[in-house]
């Protein structure tokens, strides 16, 4: 069976191919849940990305007790850098637009470490803004 739904995220049409013998008794359930190939891709890689970030906050901060703070920081800039511009990578292409970075992404992670999901959710809307696409994947 065949299934016409709307993407969660952008709202573009997609067809859900259901195999026979599907529980169809919480059907609507998933057709609200459905996401386009695109959306869906850029999501995996922003939620995975801002695990990166958070895990390397996390371990920066169990360093910290144990080593030199001069260096772990540098570590974890080093990291941001690499997560962040590996992000803003995804986002742009999915938003249509060129590849925007600024080393002030990771100075508003380092100075925000608590508010992550904020931060990197703050770069993404900016992103949103500038494209002429209607995607929201990111909200
Ligand atoms: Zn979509």
Known sequence: MNIQAHCKFCGRQVNLAIDDGFDTE?????????ACNPCADARMVLLATEDKIRGAIMGSATALRLDDRGAIETQLRE????????LAHVVCRY?????IWDVDFVNQLMENQDRTKTVIRTYCEMIRRQAKSPHQVFK
């Open 26 to 34: 919480n059907l609507n359930k998933w057709v609200a849940m459905a």
């Open 79 to 86: 990291k941001l850098t690499r997560h962040t511009k590996a």
């Open 95 to 99: 938003y249509g637009q060129p590849s």
